[in-house]
T-cell receptor
Framework: KNQVEQSPQSLIILEGKNCTLQCNYTVSPFSNLRWYKQDTGRGPVSLTIMTFSENTKSNGRYTATLDADTKQSSLHITASQLSDSASYICVVSPNTGNQFYFGTGTSLTVIP | GAVVSQHPSWVICKSGTSVKIECRSLDFQATTMFWYRQFPKQSLMLMATSNEGSKATYEQGVEKDKFLINHASLTLSTLTVTSAHPEDSSFYIC???????????FGDGTRLSIL
């Protein structure tokens, strides 16, 4: 069964600290994995996309890693800011068609 | 970057009313648009996929007669919630994609509240 699981479910960190969010998937075959940031009451915004051959990709303070062998991905946020408070969603695509498997998301709260 | 506009952003209406939500791709042509529903503290759940000029493909458990989808042009798709009831209250989000190899771009969602 194709599944995407994220952990932790929620996380509270102090402003300026780093954090890492996890995404484990069983989707097969694998095409790509995306991390999205969703602010409360808004639509998701893409942070990174990773294909099978990519191990690491950065977008500013966001760095995503992918281990296609163990089917794990992580999103590392450096020097967190209050504006990083949001839900982070991992989405895995098995092919280039219309299938997408969404994780349940990690709710991140950054406090001053 | 690619922009998807969704309208209205918030609607409150009485039970039994039909509500139409629009999704527009502003700066690209979207061959495929997706409609999602999201309940509080949950992830997005795909409701249906629509390709321009053809009938939408609905996910299992989604009533096509309840949620009417029209994708009449490459820049506009509409979702009509017919005879809405309180249990239809949710956050509805659309996304648009130019082609298979392109990413989805999401709208900002429509919060639907049925009284």
């Amino acid at each position: 069964k194709n599944q995407v699981e994220q952990s932790p479910q929620s996380l509270i960190i102090l402003e300026g600290k780093n954090c890492t969010l996890q995404c484990n998937y069983t989707v097969s075959p694998f095409s790509n994995l995306r991390w999205y940031k969703q602010d409360t009451g808004r639509g998701p915004v893409s942070l990174t996309i990773m294909t099978f051959s990519e191990n690491t990709k950065s977008n500013g303070r966001y760095t995503a890693t992918l281990d296609a062998d163990t089917k794990q991905s992580s999103l590392h946020i450096t020097a967190s800011q209050l504006s990083d408070s949001a839900s982070y969603i991992c989405v895995v695509s098995p092919n280039t068609g219309n299938q997408f498997y969404f994780g349940t998301g990690t709710s991140l709260t950054v406090i001053p | 970057g690619a922009v998807v506009s969704q309208h209205p952003s918030w609607v409150i209406c009485k039970s039994g009313t039909s509500v139409k939500i629009e999704c527009r791709s502003l700066d690209f042509q979207a061959t495929t648009m997706f409609w999602y529903r999201q309940f509080p503290k949950q992830s997005l759940m795909l409701m249906a996929t629509s390709n321009e000029g053809s009938k939408a493909t609905y996910e299992q458990g989604v009533e096509k007669d309840k949620f009417l989808i029209n994708h009449a042009s490459l820049t506009l798709s509409t979702l009509t919630v017919t005879s809405a009831h309180p249990e239809d209250s949710s956050f509805y989000i659309c996304s648009a994609r130019a082609s298979f190899n392109q990413p989805q771009h999401f709208g900002d969602g429509t919060r639907l509240s049925i009284l």
